[in-house]
């Protein structure tokens, strides 16, 4: 079973590899993992619909963005790249706000 720390970690290392060399086996094989785990998390995990939504967001965009490397590795996909970063920012934000509202419930009791 995946965890929102899980999440957190693949979005960390998906962050990562695209800020330094996007077109890079390495890069495919972290962005493969980020994806596993995002749909993974989405159909094991209950969660809300922005989550949910960010998740199924990350999948469809890294999916399209390994696809275009494995298709043309040397053609740029700085679009495709900027994308995805987009994605990832957003699940971030989704992983985060579910954390704080998982927090203020523990907090309140």
């Not at 390994?66 to 989704?94: C, L, M």
């Amino acid at each position: 079973m995946v965890g929102i720390n899980e999440e957190l970690k693949a979005t960390q290392a998906a962050r990562a590899v695209l800020s330094t060399n996007p077109n890079s086996n390495e890069t495919i094989r972290v962005l493969r993992q980020a994806k596993y785990i995002a749909a993974l998390a989405m159909t094991t995990l209950p969660s809300d619909k922005p989550l949910n939504d960010a998740r199924h967001a990350i999948v469809i965009t890294l999916s399209d963005l390994v696809h275009a490397f494995e298709t043309d590795p040397a053609a740029t996909q700085q679009e495709k790249v900027e994308q995805a970063r987009g994605a990832i920012r957003n699940w971030v934000s989704a992983l985060e706000a579910v954390q704080i509202a998982r927090l203020r419930c523990l907090a309140e009791g």
